[in-house]
């Protein structure tokens, strides 16, 4: 094969420069060809700089071009500094050895030839044809300027026997990738759609499997049409396996979460974000229809998203079509937060923080409705050692640093209540109170009702926060109402007045704030009461024994059943394996922590929050939540209920004739009293006994079974 010309020129050249580099530094030092020589090296560098910060391809080979000129000037500066012509005559061979450098890479004659100049256009697709440069123009598409990728697609579907009858218009790579491309396909026949074509016949032309391949329609755009007649095709291998093993948040969510048979299906990630300080990782997702309801098993999404499945550290919030899902390296409501005045004190609107969300949101209940002008009422449900007294404490001293009267009974006394009792007006601890407490509350509605106001000597309904009331809001609290409710001797008393007091209470400054652990009819509460507490409160739910039970609670007490969140029997961290522990005998951990004080509040709009209330510590002194002196009722206030027989120590035997008529000596005991005066016991069973109208089914039992002797 005969050397090309550039090449024989370009080793004449080196050959002919190669002694001018080793005699002029050495003869002329100060000859204008040294100066020359370093000027073009100078240039040199300057090329090499531009080509290394250039993003345009070719980098390699604008350096390899600038190369000789360099290196011909490092030459030229070593010949110059040297003495003579240096040891071992290292001028000469340096020059020599440029030269040869030269002959041997020749950059300028073979950047210029065609067929040694690298490739600049985009890589093939795989498995690329030997002749894949020398493409014939397609008989289906006549040559029309198409890149060389779009020719060889173009090739590779008319030799699949162009599917579905549709020619390659175009195809487009995508960046940074190596084989994934878009290709836009049109129907052969102007005016017909696109009919037939699937992954499958894609995927065999192009040799890729059916699943990288994605079918989609095409907008119409300026400049091209759309509409079933064109369509997409995506065929992305690579990013499918980059997406199986190391997904993006968002593709994992699409993948696991979102789909039909996910824990979220028809929802989209927004956005993850993680905040190290409380150790807590937040998905944030919406719905991509904003008309539908999330509907989210977090077993599931816990499982998609690689998390521990552990109720008592991830949580969801749904607002709307959006929702939160929080993920917690520890169980965030486990965390004590102590109740302080300033956390207790109300506002304006008679609002107070009572506790803390698991994202550290303040939680808000009432003391008054500054919406409705009115008191507020209270229900507290909880089993034994839920945290219910807890709340009371902190409720209590809210109203009362708010100036409001608090009155508490209970089924039966205890350390607690007995401690409260020092930092409100009245406290008492068995069914007998509770009913005469209700009794003088009722009472005092009818007092209250006749009081004039000092500013025009008329008696108005109660408005909170109006220095003009004569009187100040009383609080009511009745623990255990379900069970003093059911009490044999005063049951019936307790459960009358309580629905009495939720109904007309609000107009005279009174608020009923019964406790207990069902709110349910079958359990002493009616209809009646329920629906007034759960209107005129924000309910508080603390464990009731079991999660089911806990969001059966909580729906009872709201007008539609959104979700509840769960509160656990204990906070248990899933450690390990149950299967391996199984395989090996082993026990599983016991590092459960208790769920007192946590709740769920159902708020105005009947949204279910999950809280941990204020800890208020009884074995330290209260009086740093309470103010300095105990709220009590006005003097004309407790004239009145004495007058009525109705003041007095609550905690006296029944008087004769309090609860029931006293009985006629001549009657031989056919009017004797339902209870003796003396200490509640019940009456000889006789035909004498006065029924009233029964209110319950309970009650109607009663009835049925005094009918007889029997």
């Known amino acids: 094969m005969a050397t090309p010309r550039r090449v024989a020129l370009e080793r004449l050249a080196y050959t002919l420069a190669a002694p001018v580099l080793a005699v002029a530094p050495n003869v002329y030092p ?6 020359v020589v370093q000027l073009a090296g100078v240039a040199g560098i300057g090329g090499w700089i ?11 080979r604008k350096i390899l071009r600038w190369s000789p000129l360099v290196m011909a000037a490092a030459v030229d500066v070593i010949a110059k500094h040297t003495h003579g012509w240096g040891p071992w005559w290292l001028d000469a061979v340096l020059a020599t050895g440029w030269a040869a450098a030269g002959s041997l890479v020749l950059p300028y004659s073979r950047l210029a030839r065609r067929h040694h100049r690298p490739a600049l256009a985009a890589p093939a697709l795989h498995p690329q044809p030997a002749d894949v440069l020398e493409l014939e123009p397609s008989v289906a598409h006549p040559d029309d300027g198409a890149d060389l990728l ?10 699949a026997g162009m599917p579905a009858r549709t020619h390659l218009v175009t195809a ?4 940074g990738m190596r084989v994934d491309l878009t290709l836009l396909l049109r129907a052969s026949e102007t005016g017909r759609p696109i009919t037939g074509l699937s992954p499958d016949a894609v995927g065999a032309a192009f040799g890729v499997p059916a699943a990288d391949v994605t079918l989609a329609d095409v907008p119409v755009q300026p400049g091209r049409q759309g509409g079933p007649g064109w369509m997409e095709v995506h065929i992305t291998p690579e990013a499918n396996a980059r997406r199986r093993t190391a997904p993006t948040p968002q593709e994992r969510w699409i993948d696991r979460v979102a789909g039909p048979k996910g824990g979220a299906p028809g929802s989209e990630l927004v956005h993850k974000t ?51 899902i929080s993920a917690f390296d520890e169980p965030p409501l486990s965390q004590i937060f102590p109740a302080t005045r300033e956390l207790l004190t109300p506002d304006a609107k008679g609002m107070y923080v009572c506790g803390f969300t698991i994202t550290g949101q303040p939680v808000k209940t009432m003391v008054y409705q500054h919406d409705k002008n009115a008191p507020a009422h209270g229900l507290t449900l909880g089993v034994s050692r839920s945290g219910k007294t ?18 508490l009974s209970t089924v039966r006394k205890d350390e607690k209540t007995t401690v409260l009792g020092k930092y409100i007006d009245r406290q008492g601890s068995n069914a007998l109170w509770m009913a005469r407490s209700l009794r003088a509350a009722k009472a005092l509605c009818e007092i209250r009702a006749d009081m004039p106001w000092p500013h025009d000597g008329q008696p108005h309904d109660y408005k909170p926060g109006d220095p003009r009331c004569p009187y100040r809001q009383l609080n009511v609290f009745a623990d255990e109402f379900m069970t003093a409710a059911q009490d044999a001797d005063f049951g019936e008393f307790i459960q009358k007045d309580g629905d009495d007091l939720t109904v007309t209470g609000l107009k005279y400054g009174i608020g009923f704030n019964p406790a207990g652990q069902s709110p349910f009819a079958h359990n002493g509460f009616s209809t009646e009461m329920k629906d007034n507490l759960r209107q005129n409160s924000r309910p508080v739910i603390f464990n009731m024994g079991s999660p089911g039970a806990t969001r059966k609670a909580a729906e009872g007490t709201m007008e539609n059943a959104y979700d509840v969140p769960t509160i656990p029997a204990r906070y248990s961290r899933t450690e390990g394996s149950a299967i391996e522990r199984a395989i090996k005998g082993e026990a599983d951990p016991e590092n459960g922590v208790s769920t007192g004080g946590v709740a769920v509040i159902v708020l105005d709009n009947g949204r279910a929050v999950l809280m941990r209330s204020l800890y208020a510590d009884f074995d330290t002194d209260l009086s740093e939540l309470f103010p300095d002196e105990v709220n009590r009722l006005t003097d004309h206030e407790i004239s009145e209920l004495t007058k009525r027989g109705l003041w007095f120590d609550w905690n006296e035997p029944v008087r004769p004739g309090e609860f029931w008529p006293e009985p006629d000596e001549d009657d031989d005991g056919e009017n004797r009293p339902r209870r003796r005066a003396g200490g509640g016991g019940r009456r000889p069973k006789g035909s004498g006994r006065r029924f009233e109208q029964a209110t319950s089914p309970r009650q109607a039992l009663e009835a049925i079974k005094s009918l007889t002797d029997a």
Not at 390 to 407: E, T
């Open 30 to 35: 100060d000859s204008p060809v040294n100066h």
């Open 50 to 60: 531009l080509a290394a910060r250039s993003d345009a391809p070719g980098a390699g």
């Open 150 to 159: 779009t020719r060889e697609a173009r090739r590779m579907w008319e030799r």
């Open 172 to 175: 487009t790579r995508h960046p």
């Open 274 to 324: 993680r905040d190290d300080d409380r150790g807590v990782t937040f998905y944030r997702a919406k719905m991509t229809d904003p008309t539908e309801t999330p509907r989210i098993d977090l077993a599931k999404v816990c499982r998609a998203l690689g998390l521990p499945e552990d109720d008592s550290c991830v949580f969801v919030l749904i607002d709307g079509s959006e929702f939160l």
């Open 390 to 407: 807890q709340f009371f404490a902190i409720h209590m001293a809210a109203q009362s640093l708010n100036g409001q009267v608090v009155w």
